[in-house]
C-alpha cells in the first residue's frame, strides 16, 4: 500500500492536475494502515506538498487570506494541510522535528489559518516529547513564534498556542523554558495587543499553575499569578469579573484553591459580588462571580463556603428569582450543584422562606421557559429532591416531600405532562427528575394515587427513542428494588413493574395476527 502512494506522489509531480492527485493521494493517505502509514511518512519526500501550500511571502505583503485567492487553490491548500496532517502524524515528534521542523516554522508564518493550524499541532507534538525539548532553546526562534501565536486574530489559532505552551511545561525543561526572562518578556509583550489576548496568557499561566504546587510555584515567581489578583481591584467593573471567572480555573487543584483561599482571592470575590447587588449592570458579569463560588462549593463543600460567604448563596436565590435568562441559568445550575449533597440540602432548608420562592418559580420555569431553561430547572429539581439510601430519615424526607410539594398544585401531574411530550431532551429530563424522587416513599405514594400513573410506568409506547427507554428502565429498576414498593404500588403494580424487568428496556410486545377466511 506504501507503494501506491509513491505512485500517488509521482503522479502529484508530473501532473498538472494538482488539486485532482492531491485529492486521490488524501484517499489513499487515509486508507493506510498506522504502520504502513509511518513507513510512508518516513519513505517519501514531503517538500512537494509543503511547497503546495504556498508562500509565506503573501502575509508580509498585507494580502488577506482570502484577498486574490479563487477557489481551487484555496481548496488545493486544505486538500495538502489534511494529507500533511495525516502524514506527518505517522512519524514521531523526534522524526518530525529533525525532518520537518524548518517547513513548520515557516508555517508559522502563512497567510492561511489552515497552514498555520497544521504547523502549530505538529509543534505542539515536538513541545510535549521531552527528547525534544532541545530543539527549543534560548536561541531557537521557534518558542517566541508560538507565543506570538496567542496573539493572533483567529481564536482557533490562539487556543492551540496555548495548548503547545502548557504542553510544554508538562515536563521540568519546559518549565524552564517558559519562564525563562527572554519568554517572559515576550509574553507580557503580547499581553499589550489587547484586553482579549492578556486575558489569553492569563488563562495560559492558571492553567499551568493548576498543574501542581511546583507550576504554581514558576507562575507565582513570574509576577504573572500577582498581576491577575491584582485586577481583581481595577476600576472596571467587567475586567474585574473576567479576572475572577480566570483565577476560578485555580480551583480545580487543591492547591490552586488553598492559594485561593490564603492570599485574600475570594475575599476579593466575595467583596465585588456584594457591590453587584447595587449595581444597574450587574447581569453583565455577576453569573461570572457566582460560577467562582459555585467551583468552589463543588471542592469545599456547600456549608463552609455559603457560611464564609453568605452573599454567595444570597445572590443565587435572588438571580434565580429575578434577572434575565444567562443570569438565571446559572443559578439553576449552581442550585443544582448545592442540591447534590445533603450538606447543601441543608443550607438551602435554612434559607427558609427566600428558597421556598425559588421552588415556586422552578415550578413555572419547568413549565413556561424556553427549552434550554425548562432542561436545567428540572435538572436542578432532580439534584435537590435525590436522596441516596442512606440520607433518607424521617426529617429529611419531609424536608424533600416539601419541597416537591411547593413546586406546582400538582406537581406529580405537571412534571408526567412533561415527561410525555414528544420532545425528548424534556422528556428524559423530567424522567430524571422522577428517578430521584423514586426510592422516597412519599413520592412512591404520589406515583400510586395519581390515577394512570401506574400504567404509564409500564406503558413503553410513550418512550420516543432508545435512550427514553433505557431510563424508563432505569426508573422501574428504582422502584422494583425499593423495599417499600411493593406496599405502597400495590402488588398488582408491583408484579407488572417486574415483568417489565424482566422483559428488558427494548421488549416489544409480539403481535399476533389471525387470518380469517370466509367464502363469497
Known amino acids: 500500500m506504501a507503494a501506491s502512494i509513491s505512485v500517488l506522489m509521482e503522479e502529484l509531480l508530473a501532473g498538472s492536475d494538482a488539486l485532482g492527485s492531491l485529492q486521490r493521494l488524501k484517499t489513499g493517505v487515509l486508507s493506510l494502515s498506522p504502520s504502513a502509514l509511518s513507513v510512508a511518512a518516513t519513505q517519501l519526500n514531503l517538500q512537494p506538498l509543503f511547497e503546495l501550500l504556498g508562500s509565506a511571502d503573501r502575509a508580509q505583503d498585507g494580502?488577506?487570506?482570502?484577498?486574490?485567492?479563487?477557489?481551487?487553490?484555496?481548496?488545493?491548500?486544505?486538500?495538502?494541510?489534511?494529507?500533511?496532517?495525516?502524514?506527518?502524524?505517522?512519524?514521531?515528534?523526534?522524526?518530525?522535528?529533525?525532518?520537518?521542523?524548518?517547513?513548520?516554522?515557516?508555517?508559522?508564518?502563512?497567510?492561511?489559518?489552515?497552514?498555520?493550524?497544521l504547523a502549530l499541532k505538529q509543534i505542539g507534538r515536538i513541545m510535549e516529547c521531552s527528547k525534544t525539548t532541545d530543539v527549543l532553546r534560548e536561541g531557537s526562534s521557534l518558542l517566541p513564534q508560538v507565543i506570538d501565536c496567542i496573539g493572533a486574530e483567529s481564536l482557533g489559532i490562539a487556543k492551540q498556542a496555548l495548548q503547545?505552551?502548557?504542553?510544554?511545561?508538562?515536563?521540568?525543561?519546559?518549565?524552564?523554558?517558559?519562564?525563562?526572562?527572554?519568554?517572559?518578556?515576550?509574553?507580557?509583550?503580547?499581553?499589550?495587543?489587547?484586553?482579549?489576548?492578556r486575558y489569553r496568557v492569563y488563562e495560559l499561566v492558571v492553567r499551568i499553575a493548576s498543574s501542581s504546587p511546583i507550576a504554581l510555584g514558576h507562575c507565582t515567581r513570574s509576577g504573572l499569578i500577582t498581576q491577575?489578583?491584582?485586577?481583581?481591584?481595577?476600576?472596571?467593573?467587567?475586567?474585574?469579573?473576567?479576572?475572577?471567572?480566570?483565577?476560578?480555573?485555580?480551583?480545580?487543584?487543591?492547591?490552586?484553591?488553598?492559594?485561593?483561599?490564603?492570599?485574600?482571592?475570594?475575599?476579593?470575590?466575595?467583596?465585588?459580588?456584594?457591590s453587584a447587588l447595587n449595581d444597574p449592570f450587574a447581569d453583565l458579569y455577576v453569573a461570572g462571580l457566582v460560577k467562582f463560588f459555585g467551583k468552589l462549593a463543588i471542592a469545599d463543600g456547600a456549608q463552609m463556603v455559603c457560611e464564609r460567604f453568605p452573599v454567595f448563596l444570597r445572590t443565587v436565590l435572588d438571580t434565580a428569582t429575578n434577572h434575565e435568562a444567562s443570569c438565571q441559568a446559572?443559578?439553576?445550575?449552581?442550585?443544582?450543584?448545592?442540591?447534590?449533597?445533603?450538606?447543601?440540602?441543608?443550607?438551602?432548608?435554612?434559607?427558609?422562606?427566600?428558597?421556598?420562592?425559588v421552588l415556586r418559580?422552578?415550578?413555572?420555569?419547568?413549565?413556561?421557559?424556553?427549552?434550554?431553561?425548562?432542561?436545567?430547572?428540572?435538572?436542578?429539581?432532580?439534584?435537590?429532591?435525590?436522596?441516596?439510601?442512606?440520607?433518607?430519615?424521617?426529617?429529611?424526607?419531609?424536608?424533600?416531600?416539601?419541597?416537591?410539594?411547593?413546586?406546582?398544585?400538582?406537581?406529580?401531574i405537571m412534571l408526567w405532562r412533561i415527561s410525555t411530550q414528544p420532545f425528548s431532551d424534556l422528556h428524559c429530563t423530567a424522567l430524571r427528575v422522577?428517578?430521584?424522587?423514586?426510592?422516597?416513599?412519599?413520592?412512591?405514594?404520589?406515583?400510586?394515587?395519581?390515577?394512570?400513573?401506574?400504567?404509564?410506568?409500564?406503558?413503553?409506547?410513550?418512550?420516543?427513542?432508545?435512550?427514553?427507554?433505557?431510563?424508563?428502565?432505569?426508573?422501574?429498576?428504582?422502584?422494583?428494588?425499593?423495599?417499600?414498593?411493593?406496599?405502597?404500588?400495590?402488588?398488582?403494580?408491583?408484579?407488572?413493574?417486574?415483568?417489565?424487568?424482566?422483559?428488558?428496556?427494548?421488549?416489544?410486545?409480539?403481535?399476533?395476527?389471525?387470518?380469517?377466511?370466509?367464502?363469497?
Open 330 to 357: 446559572v443559578a439553576l445550575d449552581t442550585l443544582s450543584v448545592l442540591g447534590r449533597s445533603l450538606e447543601g440540602k441543608l443550607v438551602l432548608h435554612k434559607e427558609g422562606d427566600r428558597f421556598l420562592r
Open 63 to 117: 494580502v488577506g487570506e482570502e484577498e486574490d485567492e479563487d477557489g481551487e487553490e484555496e481548496e488545493q491548500v486544505e486538500t495538502a494541510c489534511a494529507v500533511l496532517e495525516c502524514l506527518l502524524g505517522g512519524l514521531d515528534p523526534g522524526k518530525v522535528a529533525a525532518m520537518h521542523l524548518t517547513r513548520l516554522q515557516i508555517g508559522l508564518a502563512h497567510p492561511r489559518n489552515s497552514v498555520r493550524l
Open 164 to 197: 503547545n505552551l502548557v504542553c510544554l511545561t508538562k515536563s521540568k525543561e519546559g518549565f524552564g523554558l517558559i519562564f525563562a526572562p527572554q519568554q517572559l518578556k515576550q509574553l507580557r509583550s503580547v499581553m499589550d495587543t489587547n484586553d482579549a489576548v
Open 361 to 412: 418559580v422552578m415550578g413555572k420555569i419547568a413549565v413556561e421557559a424556553p427549552t434550554e431553561q425548562r432542561i436545567r430547572c428540572l435538572d436542578a429539581m432532580a439534584s435537590l429532591l435525590h436522596l441516596s439510601e442512606e440520607e433518607q430519615n424521617e426529617d429529611v424526607l419531609v424536608m424533600t416531600e416539601s419541597w416537591f410539594s411547593i413546586l406546582s398544585d400538582e406537581p406529580m
Open 434 to 520: 422522577f428517578m430521584a424522587i423514586s426510592d422516597q416513599p412519599w413520592a412512591q405514594r404520589h406515583m400510586a394515587n395519581t390515577p394512570g400513573f401506574p400504567e404509564y410506568l409500564t406503558d413503553r409506547s410513550v418512550e420516543p427513542d432508545k435512550f427514553a427507554k433505557e431510563l424508563k428502565f432505569e426508573l422501574v429498576s428504582i422502584l422494583t428494588a425499593s423495599r417499600t414498593a411493593s406496599n405502597i404500588l400495590g402488588a398488582v403494580t408491583y408484579q407488572r413493574l417486574r415483568l417489565y424487568m424482566q422483559e428488558g428496556p427494548y421488549y416489544v410486545q409480539p403481535v399476533t395476527q389471525v387470518a380469517i377466511e370466509g367464502s363469497e
Open 228 to 274: 491577575l489578583v491584582g485586577e481583581l481591584t481595577g476600576d472596571d467593573v467587567l475586567v474585574r469579573a473576567t479576572c475572577a471567572e480566570t483565577i476560578s480555573g485555580l480551583l480545580e487543584s487543591p492547591h490552586g484553591r488553598q492559594f485561593v483561599l490564603q492570599q485574600g482571592v475570594a475575599d476579593r470575590v466575595s467583596k465585588l459580588l456584594e
